[in-house]
Nanobody
Framework: QVQLVESGGGLVQAGGSLRLSCAAS????????MGWFRQAPGKDREFVGG????????DYADSVKGRFTISRDNAKNTVYLQMNSLRPEDTAVYYC????????????????????WGQGTQVTVSS
């Protein structure tokens, strides 16, 4: 069974940066893409971005495109979410997610495509 552990959240001023990490264990990480989602208070969980198994493709929500970057280090079983130019509306709990299917060439954007979730890490952006 895969386990995911996120880290790197915190409090930052608007315009600042944070880098989230998601460390995976328990399965062949390098065969699978990974996704990042977030959930703000009172709102549904939403897709932030994702990366395919070999890092060949990434995809982002329009709200974060150009500000957030996803990368992965398969030797460390870790995926990263670099967040720049943060805005108060980016405040949420951020989750990494592990998909059902391996070796996909397209990033999954829907919650139903992911079967394992991390515990989440809080990101708070002050104005």
């Amino acid at each position: 069974q895969v386990q995911l552990v996120e880290s790197g959240g915190g409090l930052v001023q608007a315009g600042g940066s944070l880098r989230l990490s998601c460390a995976a264990s328990g399965r062949t990480f390098s065969f699978y893409g990974m996704g990042w989602f977030r959930q703000a208070p009172g709102k549904d969980r939403e897709f932030v971005g994702g990366i395919t198994w070999n890092g060949g493709n990434t995809d982002y929500a329009d709200s974060v495109k150009g500000r957030f970057t996803i990368s992965r280090d398969n030797a460390k079983n870790t995926v990263y979410l670099q967040m720049n130019s943060l805005r108060p509306e980016d405040t949420a709990v951020y989750y990494c997610a592990f998909p059902e299917k391996d070796f996909t060439t397209v990033v999954g954007r829907t919650i139903s495509e992911y079967i394992i979730w991390g515990q989440g890490t809080q990101v708070t952006v002050s104005s």
